[in-house]
């Protein structure tokens, strides 16, 4: 147990003065604290062991408990000044209003609701080992290495033989997984994959916070319910493998840097507090190193400031995207560059004709998309249901900050589709398979792929349409 | 109705259809998905109990398909046998094995290096030993561990 709540109470506070220091904290109480605090240390502590490993330092509990004195060191009298300056308020008015009776017991049953949720997917985490395929194969095999041989870089980044790692994918989540072990000493997947619920823990707090200080505490409440509880973070072991939050897949992590700088860069836009476009940049950065899938958020995230941000739009969207783009090369890609490429490797892809060769599977693609939204076993009805909520509250959805959102959301989709339309991935299982190999390559990743949005499309759907008891008072 | 009774009803649909979710299962297929939340306890609880955790690993890296939790099991139970013997970084030569349970033994063995070609690209219990390899995995419906004479 100490194995793995050491590493989390590190991630904490180290979360916690850093967004006191440096991004002004605009949190309205303790949920949203705690949930910024676990995003941000999660995201430092990973990169903190990514960096050690890159400088040649390796990756021990000596060199990972060092680095984070140094850093806490560093930040403390930037947190400490910060606290002598007023509270930033990045609340709503109509947020503030207080609840009636049935607002207060709408309340505390949707977070009662979402706490029960996810304590039974951390629960998860903790009573089951690593079991997903590409789990083992990828980000465990990686966290395994690591805590063995105190580095990821050293021959088997290089040997063709563990070519199936995807030596090239981003390894934020591999260097967290490894934590408990370096402190146990031993390698236990269980431990490792412990550390995955904590990123949904974090996203629900998140997405309240966000939510409530937005439309108030009951539409907060209702978005950390409703993520909480969808089928495939929750229980679904599978289908689609990968998806659950106790899985120990970076799907999760990777929705949780999305969704946190989304909502920072919808709040920089909106220009409703005066660091949000550092805070959106150091989650873009977390995203690309969590997966590959980082890189089109980033280019969706620029183009969306382009599009929105009201003045100075391309000096925002450098600063941005620039500082994501700084992080992910200086603590991953100079590093990746020699490692080898596999057959899905997409930038290789994307030629003329390997589109026109790959446009006649659209119209299945497209069919095969829409029957994941609405498939009610993973998802429930939260597809339609957001569909519906911002339907019918588009008037309110006429703002920047979820403009913004929608760019990038869409951005990102639009980049899954083209995946789609230009992969030459097969294996042998597809090549079986009777649906034929890009059927079969979307019925295994497209749920985990949405969940990558899904958790900032249903707080735009929450804020498109906020609960009446927020809005009665 | 007008637009605000739809969202509110709504927003009552997501939370009706999460919390049907946890009543027991109807027996039947159903679209509600009724009972997943309980089978999910149910399965935490067979690691909880500490009974059989290593079937129930095997069980759960197989998605349940019979025939595989047999050969998950007898891989792993060759897997420790390996481990209790091999020095770390000895090469285990792989026979007959699938490319996918190749990868996960490449997992499980670990700091162990496994070699070999996958039963795809045409390797099978009839391949040639290799001279530096400590230990051999044979695949098939029952694997199989041989070690080389040194």
Redesign the interface.
Known sequence: MIALALPLGVAMVLGAVFDRALLADPSRGAIERLGRALMLGLGLLGSLALGLDGIGLGVSAASVGGGSLVLLLLLAPLALRVAAVPELDATDATARVPLGLGGRVAWAG?LG?AAVSLA?VV??GW???T?Q?DA??RW??KA??IA??GTLLGAISHDP??G?THQRYPPLVSYLAAMPNLISGVFDDRIASAMFPWFAVALAAVLYGAVSRRVGRVGGA?AA??FS?L?LV?????PPPGSGAFSAMADLPLALFATGALLAAADAVEGRRARAHLEAGVLLGFATLTKNEGLPLLAGVGLAFLLFAPTTRWRRALGVTGLAACLQVLLWTRLALGMPTLDEHYPDRLTGSALVEGLERLPSILWRLAGELGD??RW???WL?AA??MA??LRRLRTRGAGLILVAVGVQIGAYVLAYVVTSWT???AQASPLGVVPYLMDVTLGRLLLHVAPAVLALA?L??P??ADRAG | MDRDSISQTVALLVVVLACVRWLPASGTEDWLGRGAPRAALKLDAMFASGERPLQTAMALRAGFAPLRVQRYLAWAQLVRQIEERGEPGSRIQLKGVSRNEGWLLAYDLYPHRVVGETAENGSSAADETRPDVFAVLIGGDVPRLEWPAP
């Open positions: 949707l609701g039974l629960r998860s009573l089951r080992p079991f395929f083992l194969t465990m095999l395994k290495v063995l041989d033989g563990f199936f209702l319910f409703w509880t089928p929750a229980y679904l072991p599978f009610l076993n429930n009805v939260t249901a519906a909520l019918v509250g294996s042998p299982a929450v498109a349409a609960p009446r």
